[in-house]
């Protein structure tokens, strides 16, 4: 099976970007990189990508008149490399409907919450203003409405007593980076499809480990 080229959209220093790709260097992983793109020029992830011969880009969103011009010029870089599959990593911008609708259930994001609890900015700040003993991350299918859409796949993360904002976040990120390389494997596999905006999976992933949904094939 051909390997779905993916590409990963950033805002700064990219470490799910990081975890997508060093996941995508296995022979059996049924995705490959096809261009970093950061809407920021001085983000460390550009960096980092091409120091490893990957194809990056910045399409800085400031040079830009309308959202809508961006939005032309990212699309038209993702056509360029023959992408296939989207995958946004820390991403700072919000996408208007013309490009979410192109990449309908071809674009995921990750968010560190189990949605559609806790969605938007300060996440963790949230978390544990609300007393919550469970949070984590998730990883959908792009929707206008942000972190909206079908839901992929899910890692619970415990908050623990005494946890700050930045205590908690690092254990939602250390999640996040097994989270993210599971859910592009099944979406490249085939393995989850959209119906009705939900997702729907194959039979092997229906039965769920304690903190993970769905299980690891």
Known sequence: ????????????????????????????????????????????????????????????HRQFATRMAFEARLHQTLVDHGTELICNAGFMRLLTGGF??????????????????????????????????????????????????PIIAQAAVPVMPGDTEDSLAARVLEAEHKLYPLALFMVASGAVRVEAETAVFLPRLNVPPPLIVPQPA
């Open 100 to 149: 979410v609708d192109r990449w309908k259930d071809r674009q995921l994001n990750i968010h560190p919450s189990l949605l559609p609890a806790f969605p938007g900015l300060h996440t963790h700040r949230r978390v544990l203003e609300s007393g919550a003993l469970i949070t984590g991350c998730t990883v959908h299918f792009v929707r206008l409405e942000m972190d909206s859409g």
């Open 1 to 60: 099976m051909a390997k779905k080229r993916t590409a990963i959209l950033i805002s700064g220093r990219g470490s799910n970007m990081q975890a997508l790709v060093q996941a995508m260097q296995a022979p059996d992983f049924p995705a490959e990189p096809a261009v970093i793109v950061s809407n920021r020029p001085e983000a460390l992830g550009l960096a980092w990508a091409l120091e490893r011969g990957l194809k990056a880009v910045a399409i800085d």
